[in-house]
């Protein structure tokens, strides 16, 4: 029992160790969500995905954005208006590769990064996210998956 308390968070999340996230991750997640990399445009699982449904994080299945909140920016990743609920990404100052970005991470976990080159219509900001760091939930699956708060995004 206190090996599982200590593998919980302030936030009743569980806390995966590396070698756990070696086990449930493939190579590119995990190059992507622990060490920060970023996939290549236009080659990644959901760039161009027009399904109507949610991403979730592939750590923990905490849900990120909706694809009425998905459009396309040009730059071969996928790229988000808002995040889905407030408060379920961090955003981070990254002073890396000589540039000036806020990174935005979830369970600890690198996800993108967030721009303000977004539609004007839409808010102005730009939620550029590696396809590596999510997990699409079609809406046809949400109540099964248990992400059936999510339905009401599609009626």
């Given at each position: 029992?206190?090996?599982?308390i200590?593998?919980?968070?302030?936030?009743?999340?569980k806390?995966?160790?590396?070698?756990?996230?070696r086990a449930?991750?493939?190579?590119?997640?995990?190059?992507?969500t622990?060490?920060?990399?970023?996939?290549?445009?236009f080659?990644?699982?959901?760039?161009?995905?027009?399904?109507p449904?949610?991403?979730?994080d592939v750590?923990?299945?905490?849900?990120?954005?909706s694809?009425?909140d998905k459009f396309?920016s040009g730059?071969g990743?996928?790229s988000f208006s808002?995040t889905i609920?407030?408060?379920?990404v961090?955003e981070?100052?990254?002073?890396?590769h000589?540039?000036i970005?806020?990174?935005?991470?979830?369970?600890n976990s690198?996800?993108?990064?967030?721009f303000?080159d977004?539609p004007?219509?839409l808010?102005?900001k730009r939620?550029c996210i590696?396809s590596?760091a999510l997990k699409?939930i079609?809406?046809?699956?949400?109540?099964?998956e248990?992400y059936e708060?999510?339905l009401?995004?599609f009626?």
């Amino acid at each position: 029992m206190e090996e599982q308390i200590k593998n919980i968070s302030e936030s009743g999340k569980k806390i995966y160790t590396d070698a756990e996230l070696r086990a449930k991750l493939t190579p590119l997640q995990y190059k992507v969500t622990q060490e920060g990399y970023t996939e290549p445009p236009f080659q990644n699982e959901y760039w161009d995905n027009k399904e109507p449904g949610i991403y979730v994080d592939v750590i923990d299945g905490t849900p990120l954005f909706s694809s009425t909140d998905k459009f396309d920016s040009g730059t071969g990743w996928p790229s988000f208006s808002e995040t889905i609920e407030e408060n379920f990404v961090e955003e981070k100052d990254d002073f890396s590769h000589g540039m000036i970005r806020t990174e935005v991470k979830s369970s600890n976990s690198h996800l993108g990064h967030i721009f303000d080159d977004g539609p004007a219509e839409l808010g102005g900001k730009r939620y550029c996210i590696n396809s590596a760091a999510l997990k699409f939930i079609h809406k046809d699956n949400l109540e099964k998956e248990g992400y059936e708060k999510y339905l009401k995004l599609f009626n």
